[in-house]
Each structure stands twice: as structure tokens, then as C-alpha cells.
Nanobody, 125 residues
């Protein structure tokens, strides 16, 4: 499976961006997808996860109430809508996928995912 992110850019604090992650290649009908981010000098951290069923997406504490993850199965695309952006949201944002996840529980750990995109930069200043 291949993942390609887009939609990053530079915005002022309080602004909004919507990231996209297009999936190509094979995924079963039960998988997890996630957004991670990594700022310079910091570890990669989970932002949001969503199962292919669409049930109960989960968010990091910093993303709750400001970010929303969604997916369009027909377009094979996952989105991350980010509102009220803050300077501390500045990072490279990556999408990730793990296939064949049954039970609907997507883990907020980079080690859980086996496919990654190249990232899209988000700068808030």
C-alpha cells in the first residue's frame, strides 16, 4: 500500500488547514489509518486514528476539539481537518496505515503501523 499526503502549508495562528492522504494499492476491508506529526528535535506523536469501519475515531489530547479525522472510501482518501491552529502544531504530518485490524481498535503508536507517507509540512506562525 502507498500513501501520499497533501494539503500542508503556512497559516497564521487561529487558521485552518485540511490535510489529505490518498491510498493506493491493496487494503483489506478492515484496517486502521492514522495521522502522526513530528516537529524538529521531537519524537513522532500520534494525532488521530480511525478504523475502516468509521467507528469512534480517537485523538490526542492536543487535537481534541480542534482536529477531525474522516475518510472517503470511494476516493480512498483520509482527511485531517485542523482548526484553531497554534504555533505548537507546527510539524511534518504523516499518514499511516495498518491492514487487517479486527475489532476496531487502532493503536496510537507508530510501531503499530506498517505503511507511511512522505509527509506534508504544516507551519503555524
Amino acid at each position: 500500500v502507498q500513501l501520499v499526503e497533501s494539503g500542508g502549508g503556512s497559516v497564521q495562528p487561529g487558521g485552518s488547514l485540511k490535510l489529505s492522504c490518498v491510498v493506493s494499492g491493496y487494503l483489506s476491508d478492515s484496517y486502521c489509518m492514522a495521522w502522526f506529526r513530528q516537529a524538529p528535535g521531537k519524537e513522532r506523536e500520534a494525532v488521530a486514528q480511525i478504523h475502516s469501519s468509521g467507528d469512534s475515531p480517537s485523538y490526542s489530547d492536543s487535537a481534541k476539539g480542534r482536529f477531525a479525522v474522516s475518510q472517503d472510501d470511494a476516493a480512498r482518501t483520509m482527511y485531517l481537518e485542523m482548526n484553531n491552529l497554534k504555533p505548537e502544531d507546527t510539524a511534518m504530518y504523516y499518514c499511516a496505515a495498518r491492514d487487517r485490524v479486527y475489532g476496531g481498535r487502532c493503536v496510537a503508536s507508530a510501531n503499530f503501523y506498517h505503511a507511511w507517507g512522505q509527509g506534508t509540512q504544516v507551519t503555524v506562525s
